[in-house]
């Protein structure tokens, strides 16, 4: 009983920052994002009677003991859902390091579930496995559906799940992952997130994500790259100014990243389209249109302290590939 899933990362052009319920992962404000095609998760997980305990790889890396028991209680879910009781075996690999935003989490817990069921022989909706995925990391629900998604906040844990809004091939924009430093990231988000109450702006917040998942929805239907640009500034720029005023303040920018963000309203000012946004790390995403990326790249490749650039298109979701690779 055995299935290898790949899971693309995604990029939030609208974030998601705090919680409604932590133990479900429901959060307090619904999200879109694009799913990324060069930074992905790799995951092959093997149910056997014969096993006597769960055992999880992470190939040219390793887990901390709190992921893996993050990973653990993953499978414990599908087994639970799926109602066997065999221990099981997980291999997993990244293209990008871990920790250096959400991403690996959501491209790792989209793997894990769309392989573990598979392995498991069990067939669920894609709804239902964004359900799944949701309650191991919250952003791995929208890197399930195809393209550009949307995480549907819910009351409860069952309406609390992703959708497509656009297939992968809707619209050619492009994110260039800007690495600036690899290392795991001081504070994780489920940790850093816990705080968001502590900052004297939060509900303004979330009062007005409502209005801006209207406006994105609206930018990415009319294909307005100003707009949707300036909406995903915009909400970078809010969702930090969350983090950094919260008890403690959470400071995720080194100063490459503020020199990179100062190139962007530059390179824009003489007339290249491009707009940024940060997860919860130093890393810097950068969007353009198709038409643009040369330029861009060589524009990004000139910056002193770039370790290294990722460039990615819109991608397909999480889906099962053959048992070739562990
Ligand atoms: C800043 O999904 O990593 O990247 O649900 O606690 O695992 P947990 O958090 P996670 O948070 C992602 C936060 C973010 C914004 C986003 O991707 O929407």
Excluded at 16 to 42: C, F, H, Q
Excluded at 146 to 168: M, N, P, R
Aim: with cysteine; proline share 4%.
């Amino acid at each position: 009983m055995k299935a290898t899933a790949k899971a693309p990362a995604n990029i939030a052009f609208i974030k998601y920052w705090g919680k409604a319920d932590d133990e479900l992962r429901i959060p307090l404000n619904s999200s879109i994002s694009m799913n990324l095609s060069e930074a992905y998760t790799v995951t092959t997980v093997e149910f056997q009677s014969d096993f006597k305990k769960d055992a999880v790889t992470l190939l040219g890396g390793s887990f901390s003991e709190k992921e893996t028991a993050r990973v653990i209680q993953g499978l414990e879910r599908i087994r639970q859902r799926v109602g066997i009781s065999m221990y099981a075996r997980v291999v997993t690999k990244n293209t990008f390091p871990k920790g250096v935003g959400s991403a690996a989490s959501a491209s790792g817990f989209a793997a894990l579930t769309v392989a573990g069921f598979s392995a498991a022989g069990v067939k669920l909706t894609e709804k239902e496995l964004t359900i799944f995925a949701r309650m191991g990391s919250g952003s791995a629900c929208r890197s399930i559906p195809d393209g550009f998604v949307v995480w549907e906040k819910g009351k409860t844990s069952e309406d609390s799940y992703a959708h497509s809004l656009y297939s992968s091939t809707y619209w050619d924009i492009r994110d260039i992952l800007v690495i600036v430093d690899a290392h795991m990231k001081k504070v994780p988000t489920t940790e850093g997130m816990e705080g968001i109450m502590t900052s004297p702006y939060w509900q303004d917040r979330i009062a007005g994500i409502p209005a801006k998942i209207i406006a994105m929805k609206l930018a990415l239907a009319e294909k307005n790259f100003e707009k949707f640009g300036n909406s995903i500034e915009e909400d970078t720029l809010n969702m930090h100014h969350i983090m950094q005023t919260q008890t403690p303040p959470l400071m995720y920018w080194n100063d490459r990243t503020k020199e990179i963000m100062k190139r962007v309203y530059g390179w824009r000012k003489d007339g290249l389209p491009v707009y940024f946004s940060i997860d919860a790390g130093p890393n810097v995403h950068l969007f353009c249109e198709g038409k643009d990326i040369n330029a861009l790249v060589q524009k990004v490749r000139d910056i002193d302290g770039v370790q290294s650039i990722i460039i990615n298109k819109p991608s397909i979701g999480a889906h099962c590939i053959p048992n070739h690779l562990f």
